[in-house]
């Protein structure tokens, strides 16, 4: 009786370690991933309407054509994008059946991993919908904002080191 009582316990724990390891490795995450949770930081600094937590996905290296640099956040990208929100959100003050939502997606399919550099598309959606009772919505505004992506590898992390816009 006190056998099977201990081969249970061992057989839960040894599952319990298997598990624990696989969830472990599954955290780590692909490349892909992470260059796709650079998308999910952007739309946290978008809501937040945090330049500093926006500049944190952009490599010190950063240049593209258009004469953009970290040191100018790319041309004032991230304060043009809190101004199309804020002049939404002005709106929305005004009647309060609107509500704003902003999406930002790096779709893992477009994305070309090579080494240390990575290519993709990111899209920056914002959107302003009416809704009566908060039952019935429609959108009001869209704009979506694409771009042509490139990353680098800094240590273990991935960076934005160029965006073209398309």
Not at 31 to 44: F, L, R, S, V
Not at 143 to 166: G, R
Request: glycine share 4%; charged share 30%; hydrophobic share 40%.
């Amino acid at each position: 009786m006190a056998i099977k009582k201990r081969m249970k316990i061992l057989s839960i724990i040894i599952s319990l370690l298997v598990i624990f390891s696989l969830v472990g490795c599954k955290s780590a995450g692909t490349d892909e991933t992470q260059i796709a949770q650079i998308a999910k930081n952007i739309e946290k600094a978008i809501e937040k309407k945090d330049v500093d937590l926006f500049m944190e996905n952009v490599s010190y290296d950063y240049s593209d054509s258009n004469g953009g640099t970290y040191d100018n956040h790319i041309n004032g990208l991230p304060e043009e994008i809190f101004s199309k929100i804020e002049d939404a959100e002005d709106l929305v003050d005004v009647f309060s059946m609107f509500k704003i939502e902003q999406k930002v997606t790096i779709p893992e399919s477009d994305i070309i991993v090579t080494d240390i550099y990575a290519t993709g598309k990111m899209e920056i959606k914002i959107s302003l919908e009416g809704c009566i009772f908060w039952v019935i919505c429609t959108d009001l505004y869209n704009e979506n904002i694409n771009y042509n992506v490139d990353f680098i590898k800094e240590d273990d992390d991935w960076k934005i080191i160029s965006l073209t816009k398309i």
